[in-house]
């Protein structure tokens, strides 16, 4: 164990199961992140309402998201506490313990809430009320956010298994089975969908389309090949969660590439050399990613081509980007949310949040903003 955190750390990855996100003495050798960079203020922005979702993550690498659906966002923090809060004052609607330990982020669709346990478990509330309706085991535990969509609810376990069950059920409907390579990343693509069919990513840098009404499986194609003696040199998860925008689907992975796939045969429209394990945004003809380091780029999403970067906020441990109005917006370790200029990506502005830092990915639904912090704090912001 000790050998592989060790490895971890030197690669800049984050952690491994039970492990603290942050390393203790060898930290202060290894992790230099940038000091915040000087900029000039072109606005202010404040929350216009903030809440306490429990314990949140502690200093664990859980990426749990907040879901927004029919006028509420919903919530949940590491140890099974659920919340439903109205999204225009973030009063409490309902609150209920699942009594399972929540990894990955939360699903909010048909009337529905999914979440995935790292005992193994896919559970699925009552919207409205958050009564239980079923839970079903897998095969091992689930640390990417499930996803509800044609009737199924789809999961990514991070044995390298793909399941849809029935929603209405539990039951389930079919299953799909990936090796996984002896070393990865601690994490897990979530899943993408769209034409009734569903995309994910997998640890030996592959990704592969689905149709959601039978499990068939359309194509697979590589987005990164394992190079290399070690099996850390070999690592080229495809963590990132991909995009289906119309016909044409983006992944990316960590130490390999960037790349558009053609949604009907997976042929590859372009493909350029970029790590990550974030989750990219898509605006218009933008794509933009946080790279291994932390430097935001921005593409163009028709060609690949870069239209910029930022590297001022290297291994800052920046979430992924997302774009909001005229913004694009990330958090980092230290609770720090930054703005930047999506047409040429300079600093514009700056927020200090309370909460112990920020991991899980910042969420956009219409003109609002949504930031969960590490320590349980779930922020609200309005355009500015």
């Not at 939360?106 to 193994?120: D, M, P, R, Y």
């Not at 958050?130 to 091992?140: A, F, I, M, T």
């Not at 796939?261 to 493909?271: E, K, M």
Request: proline share 3%; net charge negative; with cysteine.
């Amino acid at each position: 164990m000790k050998i592989l955190i060790a490895l971890i750390i030197a690669t800049n990855l984050l952690l491994i199961s039970g492990c603290s996100w942050f390393g203790g003495d060898d930290e202060d050798e290894t992790f230099q992140p940038a000091p915040l960079p000087e900029i000039t203020k072109q606005f202010s922005v404040s929350p216009q309402w903030s809440a306490q979702i429990g314990d949140g993550v502690g200093e664990f690498y859980n990426k749990l998201a907040p879901a927004v659906y029919k006028g509420k966002v919903y919530a949940a923090d590491s140890k099974g506490l659920v919340k439903a809060l109205d999204i225009s004052n973030g009063k409490e609607v309902w609150h209920t313990n699942v009594g399972s330990e929540l990894f990955g982020g939360v699903a909010a669709a048909s009337g529905l809430i999914a979440l995935g346990s790292t005992e193994a478990e896919v559970i699925v509330l009552d919207a409205d009320s958050g009564l239980e309706k079923w839970r079903n085991l897998v095969s091992s535990e689930i640390v990417a956010a499930p996803v509800i969509s044609d009737g199924k609810v789809l999961s990514r376990t991070i044995d390298g298994k793909l399941f849809a069950m029935d929603e209405t059920t539990g039951e389930r409907v079919w299953l799909y089975d990936r090796s996984v390579p002896s070393l990865t990343l601690r994490g897990t693509s979530s899943i993408s969908v769209g034409r009734g069919a569903a995309v994910t990513g997998f640890a030996n840098g592959k990704i592969a389309l689905f149709l959601i009404e039978t499990g068939q499986a359309v194509w697979e194609k590589r987005v990164a090949t394992a190079t290399g003696r070690s099996e850390l040199d070999r690592v080229v998860d495809a963590d990132a969660t991909p995009i289906i925008i119309g016909d044409t689907v983006y992944a990316v992975t960590f130490k390999g590439n960037i790349s558009a796939f053609n949604i009907s045969d997976g042929a590859v429209l372009w493909q350029r050399e970029l790590s990550s394990y974030q989750n990219m945004s898509v605006s218009g003809q933008l794509i933009s990613v946080t790279d291994a380091r932390s430097n935001v780029k921005v593409l163009d999403r028709r060609t690949g081509g870069t239209l910029w970067t930022q590297n001022a906020l290297v291994d800052r441990r920046l979430t992924a980007t997302v774009s909001f109005g005229d913004y694009l917006v990330a958090g980092d370790y230290e609770g720090y949310l930054h703005w930047f200029d999506r047409s040429d990506g300079r600093l514009v502005s700056r927020n200090s949040l309370s909460g112990g830092g920020i991991v899980a990915d910042p969420v956009v639904v219409g003109d609002n903003l949504y930031i969960y912090s590490r320590n349980g704090r779930l922020y609200s912001f309005k355009a500015p």
